[in-house]
Each structure stands twice: as C-alpha cells, then as structure tokens.
C-alpha cells in the first residue's frame, strides 16, 4: 500500500473497526463510512511487522486478535472530537493521537469458541446504556466506568478479567509494542516511537479512498 502503510487482511485477525459502524460506537456515528475509509484498517509497517510476531501465539492458542481501531485519519478524529467536544475522551488534537499516525492499534482477543475473552470493560469501554449517556452530553457515570479500563485496574471478583488482560499486555510488549503512557486504556497498544514525527499525521488524501 501507499506511504508505507499496511492495510490487515489476514485469517489470525478480525477487523470490525468501531467508528466504521455504529454497534460498537461511542458516538453512534459511522465516521470512516461516511469519510470513505470504510472498515479498513490501515496501519506503518513496523506495526504490522509487530503484530505479525503474535501469529505463532495466536496459532498455537485457536486465538485470533480483534482490532477495533487502526490509522484514523485526521479528518476523522476532527469529526469524532465534534461529535464529542469533551476533555478525557479523544485527543483535542489529531497529533497528540497515535491513531492519527497509523501506529496504534485497539484490540482484543478471541477465543477458539469465536467469544471474545473477558476484560475488566469492553474495547473503549463501551456499554450501550454508557453509550446513550456519552450520545446526550452525560459523561459522569462512563467516566466513573472508565476507571476500570486502567492497567492499574484491580477485581478480586473478577480475576479472569485482569489476567486477561495482563496476558494481552504481556503478549503485546513481547511483540515490540508499548500500552499508552497513562496506562489508561487496557486495549490500545502503539509503536514505542508511534507519537513521533517519524510517523506523519495521515489525512484521507494519504489513503486511497474506497469503503
Ligand atoms: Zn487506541
């Protein structure tokens, strides 16, 4: 693909990108549809060359990865941050959002039964009641929910969901990746260098367009 960017067509991996449809989306609007990115995950190659090292793993397990969110292209972030203008959702800025670089990836894995394992939330913390909430301008409940997407996050109940998504971690810097510096989001891996300027903000020009 164009500019050194990777789009994920292999077997070992399920892409259903969130802001392409509306099932798994927090502001209910199918952005990358509408932009014409469509259910595309584009990504650098060096984080394809990462997530290529899982395959073994993910052979040997009956796993597959699940990726969420991929290269957001600045317009889309633009428009996702118009959809929800509130601090501590998505980055104000398209540059302080690695997703913006094509070098972060959102994901999960999938059991052999083809059910997603547990985490201690869903990917982006989504919950549909949490959904409408964050839809009509009330973040205080998802917020409080949010806490529990946090590395730091502990469940005495619920272990599995913690080992987990320790394993998910474990798996992910073996791979070469780092989580977000605030460890705040269980499911967001990046590039160590993937806020950097060796990786430019993609703008849908970047991309040839095709939902
Ligand atoms: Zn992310």
């Known amino acids: 693909m164009e500019n050194g960017l990777v789009e994920i067509s292999d077997p070992h991996f399920i ?4 802001y392409a ?3 798994h989306n927090m502001t209910g609007c199918p952005v990358y549809t509408e932009l014409g990115l469509g259910n595309r995950a ?3 190659r060096e984080l394809w060359q990462a997530l290529q090292r899982l395959i073994p793993y993910l052979e040997n397990t009956g796993r597959r990865m699940k990726i969420y969110d991929a290269c957001r292209p600045v317009e889309a972030h633009n428009r996702l941050v118009g959809i929800i203008p509130r601090d501590g959702f998505f980055a104000p800025e398209a540059s302080s959002s690695p997703h913006c670089r094509a070098a972060a990836v959102d994901v999960s894995l999938i059991g052999e039964d083809g059910r997603e394992l547990i985490y201690p939330t869903l990917v982006d913390a989504y919950d549909p009641a949490y959904a409408r909430e964050v839809q009509t301008g009330r973040f205080d409940n998802f917020f409080t929910y949010l806490k529990k997407a946090s590395h730091a996050y ?6 599995e969901t913690v080992r987990n998504r320790d394993e998910l971690r474990k798996l992910m810097e073996q791979a070469g990746l780092v989580p977000p510096p605030r460890l705040h989001e269980w499911w967001h891996y990046e590039l160590p260098d993937g806020r950097s300027e060796k990786y430019p903000l993609i703008y849908m020009k970047d991309i040839s367009k095709k939902a």
């Not at 502990?154 to 272990?159: A, K, L």
């Open 42 to 44: 584009l990504i650098r």
């Open 15 to 18: 892409v259903e990108l969130m």
């Open 21 to 23: 449809g509306t099932d």
């Open 154 to 159: 502990r469940d005495e109940n619920r272990p």
